[in-house]
């Protein structure tokens, strides 16, 4: 069966639905829902049924916006009387601005207000994955990157994140549930752990690989013995063309072999973990034998800043695997009642902010 996502690129599609993100039917219940909020919809209810709200959501950073689809889907999903509800919003990918609305929602409130807290959190998470994920995509000069966060956060945020990060413009990821609302399978080699299997020897190991998985590139891992230029070599010799390249995820706590058997060079910089001087020693180590088609995979506290400044020195790196810094949350969303019956209503400090570039959103109807 055709993805959402691919039926949203063909035009058959204008945004993803419930059949994409298979939410958890206890938010009808509200047990995702802060306390305070079933309480005024009860109240809402019982004295305000036909108040007419409008809720408004911004936040306040130059972002790549993300959640959208899910939020409506929520809406369309949870909310009672779906269809009476009036909802604009922004699409996903759009750049936002501070204080831009990227998503109003108009109805009784007894019937939707209940999922504000929910849309914020959906849009705040996203949204940060996204923006962290494109402002590290622009870093790296649109060499490839790909997304290694499945160690960094709970296995259960995979799907939503590898969405985010697709939107922030990564397509290589490392699970197959990473990939899951907009892919086909995840991507990658070896860890250490197979190295470990074979007794520390990387040659081995890759001999393994490549006769378990021949169609596969191959990609060695080779900072197990922490000695990186040493095992390229090694590796460079026994596979030659079949080599596609080498990954060096060395510890930030560990100084490679070269700089102990090369001390001279030391004392201008950090040469602590994958560093600049480390692997322009490898690359030129690989070209003076041969090997220029051996790409250089980097990977270990990657952020967009480090890989600027990887990138401004010129750093010989191919391809670039970021985990932990893209899941920061650097986002905030804020839901507003601003409008009530059409008229101006909110707390001090908000007023209602129309957005021209807000579509009208219809419920999905195949």
């Known amino acids: 069966?055709?993805?959402?996502?691919?039926?949203?690129?063909?035009?058959?599609?204008?945004?993803?639905?419930?059949?994409?993100?298979?939410?958890?039917?206890?938010?009808?219940?509200?047990?995702?829902?802060?306390?305070?909020?079933?309480?005024?919809?009860?109240?809402?209810?019982?004295?305000?049924?036909?108040?007419?709200?409008?809720?408004?959501?911004?936040?306040?950073?130059?972002?790549?916006?993300?959640?959208?689809?899910?939020?409506?889907?929520?809406?369309?999903?949870?909310?009672?009387?779906?269809?009476?509800?009036?909802?604009?919003?922004?699409?996903?990918?759009?750049?936002?601005?501070?204080?831009?609305?990227?998503?109003?929602?108009?109805?009784?409130?007894?019937?939707?207000?209940?999922?504000?807290?929910?849309?914020?959190?959906?849009?705040?998470?996203?949204?940060?994955?996204?923006?962290?994920?494109?402002?590290?995509?622009?870093?790296?000069?649109?060499?490839?990157?790909?997304?290694?966060?499945?160690?960094?956060?709970?296995?259960?945020?995979?799907?939503?994140?590898?969405?985010?990060?697709?939107?922030?413009?990564?397509?290589?990821?490392?699970?197959?549930?990473?990939?899951?609302?907009?892919?086909?399978?995840?991507?990658?080699?070896?860890?250490?752990?197979?190295?470990?299997?074979?007794?520390?020897d990387v040659v081995e190991a890759s001999k393994a690989y490549h006769e378990t998985y021949p169609e596969d590139e191959l990609i060695a891992l080779v900072d197990y013995n922490n000695d990186v230029i040493t095992d390229s070599l090694k590796v460079a010799r026994e596979f030659g063309a079949t080599l596609k390249g080498v990954r060096i995820d060395t510890s930030r706590t560990m100084i490679d072999q070269y700089f102990i058997r090369n001390q001279h060079i030391l004392g201008s910089f950090d040469p602590r973990g994958v560093n600049i001087p480390l692997v322009k020693a490898l690359r030129e180590a690989l070209n003076e034998e041969g090997f220029h088609h051996v790409q250089i995979v980097v990977s270990g506290g990657f952020s967009a800043e480090r890989i600027r400044e990887f990138e401004k020195n010129d750093a010989p790196v191919d391809v670039y695997g970021v985990g932990g810094s893209l899941l920061k949350l650097s986002v905030g969303f804020t839901g507003d009642d601003v409008l009530l019956d059409d008229q101006p209503e909110a707390k001090a400090g908000r007023k209602f902010n129309p957005n021209p570039r807000m579509e009208k959103v219809e419920i999905p109807h195949y």
């Open 1 to 200: 069966m055709k993805k959402e996502i691919e039926m949203k690129m063909a035009g058959e599609l204008s945004r993803l639905t419930n059949h994409t993100f298979k939410f958890d039917e206890r938010i009808k219940e509200g047990w995702y829902s802060a306390v305070y909020f079933l309480k005024t919809k009860e109240i809402a209810k019982r004295y305000k049924p036909d108040k007419i709200v409008t809720m408004q959501f911004f936040q306040k950073e130059e972002a790549v916006l993300c959640g959208i689809d899910e939020a409506i889907a929520l809406l369309h999903t949870f909310s009672e009387d779906p269809e009476e509800l009036e909802i604009h919003a922004l699409h996903d990918g759009d750049k936002i601005k501070p204080f831009e609305t990227v998503l109003t929602i108009r109805g009784s409130y007894h019937k939707f207000g209940f999922l504000e807290g929910i849309i914020d959190g959906i849009l705040a998470r996203r949204t940060s994955v996204a923006t962290n994920v494109y402002r590290v995509v622009s870093a790296a000069k649109h060499k490839r990157v790909i997304f290694m966060g499945d160690r960094d956060d709970h296995f259960s945020n995979q799907a939503g994140d590898g969405y985010a990060a697709f939107i922030g413009g990564m397509s290589a990821q490392a699970t197959h549930a990473m990939n899951e609302w907009w892919g086909e399978k995840g991507l990658g080699t070896m860890p250490h752990a197979l190295i470990q299997l074979f007794n520390g």
